[in-house]
């Protein structure tokens, strides 16, 4: 069955550290996001990407970056983690068309001390 | 600016009882809205819609659009402690970007 994984599920990092959390995807879909969840916030964009080589900043993009070199992936860098980074993170993958669907994967939760 | 609003933020029911759901929406270059489920992990999909005046039924569970108004409900009758989670309301608009809501999260004592 197609699925969407997330890799670490728990990381604790240190203030100043470069930290990469995976996301892989076997729908072959053309659309994936990375979101934080946070209390008070719901889920929040933070990049986004429509194909190979192509990424945009989403809402809350600062501190973060995407990189798209195949389908399957969009590995989120967090450049100098920051205690305000602390977060859940979601990667989600969609196809585009009438079918609006994301499918999101199990989530990463990122502590920052 | 674009926001998705949902009420109320919290809710605690008797197993049994029906709820109603609100979401409300100011979204540029509206597409469609979703809801999810959240329970303790990832959103899991429940309803699509695009249309006003459409419900969009699953069991227990029915959701309904209006465009003029720019709401949504979702409405869960006989409710099971199964149901307690999170529901999220999600805004797809320009393209393929979702604009999600706070929540509200929802709890059912047996």
């Known amino acids: 069955d197609a699925e969407i994984t997330q890799s670490p599920r728990h990381k604790i990092t240190e203030t100043g550290r470069q930290v990469t959390l995976a996301c892989h995807q076997t729908?072959?879909?053309?659309?994936m996001f990375w979101y934080r969840q946070d209390l008070g916030h719901g889920l929040r964009l933070i990049h986004y990407?429509?194909?190979?080589?192509?990424?945009n900043k989403g809402e809350v993009s600062d501190g973060y970056s995407v990189s798209r070199s195949n389908t399957e992936d969009l590995p989120l860098t967090l450049e100098s983690a920051a205690s305000s980074q602390t977060s859940v993170y979601f990667c989600?993958?969609?196809?585009?068309?009438?079918?609006?669907?994301?499918?999101f994967g199990p989530g990463t939760r990122l502590t920052v001390l | 600016e674009d926001k998705v609003v949902q009420s109320p933020l919290s809710l605690v029911v008797h197993e049994g009882d029906t709820v109603t759901l609100n979401c409300s929406y100011e979204?540029?270059?509206?597409?469609?809205l979703l809801w999810y489920k959240q329970e303790k992990k990832a959103p899991t999909f429940l309803f699509m819609l695009t249309s006003s005046g459409i419900e969009k039924k699953s069991g227990r569970l029915s959701s309904i659009l209006d465009k003029k108004e720019l709401f949504s409900i979702l409405n869960i009758t006989a409710t099971q402690t199964g149901d307690s989670a999170i529901y999220l309301c999600?805004?797809?608009?320009?393209?393929?970007?979702?604009?999600f809501g706070t929540g509200t999260s929802l709890t059912v004592i047996p």
């Open positions: 979204v540029t270059n509206f597409r469609s």
């Open positions: 999600a805004v797809r608009y320009t393209g393929n970007q979702f604009y």
């Open positions: 990407s429509y194909g190979v080589q192509d990424t």
């Open positions: 989600a993958s969609s196809d585009p068309g009438p079918a609006d669907t994301q499918y």
């Open positions: 729908w072959n879909h053309n659309n």
